[in-house]
Each structure stands twice: as structure tokens, then as C-alpha cells.
């Protein structure tokens, strides 16, 4: 099995890359690796609805990690923190 970084690491590295261009390494549910290139604060896509707020706080408490990404013309995915490889 992969090592991953516990999620105390992950939530450090994520403040500290803030509005920089990350590379997140994580294990996928089939056991798979995925890397995606994106962004974890995007100043311009920005979910400020209440739909949106809620939605970002049910992901939270789930684990998940949302990430916006660069690649195909863009769009959010997730992650869960206790399933990451690296983050760059």
C-alpha cells in the first residue's frame, strides 16, 4: 500500500499553497492513483451561494477536499485528505 500524509499534513500544505497552482497526488476508491493539476482557492469561481456554502460544509465533515481543476476547461473536483499521496 501507498504511504499517504495524515490529514494535519494535508490541511498544512493546502493553507500554505493558498491560491497557488497545486499538484495533488491521491488513491482513488479502486485503489488506482490520480493526479490533478488545480487550484484550492480560485479567486474567480468562488461558491458564495447558500446552496453552495452548505454543500462545501457537508464535504468538509465528510473528509473531502474540493479543488478546482485547470485541466479541460475547468471544473471542481474532491479528494478526501486521509487518502493523499503528495501535494506539490
Known amino acids: 500500500m501507498t504511504n ?19 499538484t495533488v497526488s491521491f488513491i482513488k476508491a479502486d485503489g488506482s492513483i490520480r493526479t490533478i493539476n488545480g487550484l484550492f482557492k480560485p ?24 479543488i478546482w481543476e485547470i485541466a479541460q476547461g475547468g471544473k471542481w473536483k474532491s479528494f478526501y485528505a486521509d487518502r493523499v499521496v503528495e501535494i506539490k
Do not use: F, L, N
Open 4 to 22: 499517504t500524509m495524515t490529514k494535519e499534513a494535508v490541511y498544512e500544505a493546502i493553507a500554505a499553497k493558498s491560491t497557488k497552482i497545486s
Open 43 to 66: 479567486s474567480s469561481k468562488i461558491v458564495g451561494s447558500d446552496r453552495g456554502v452548505a454543500q462545501g460544509e457537508a464535504m468538509k465533515a465528510r473528509g473531502q477536499v474540493p
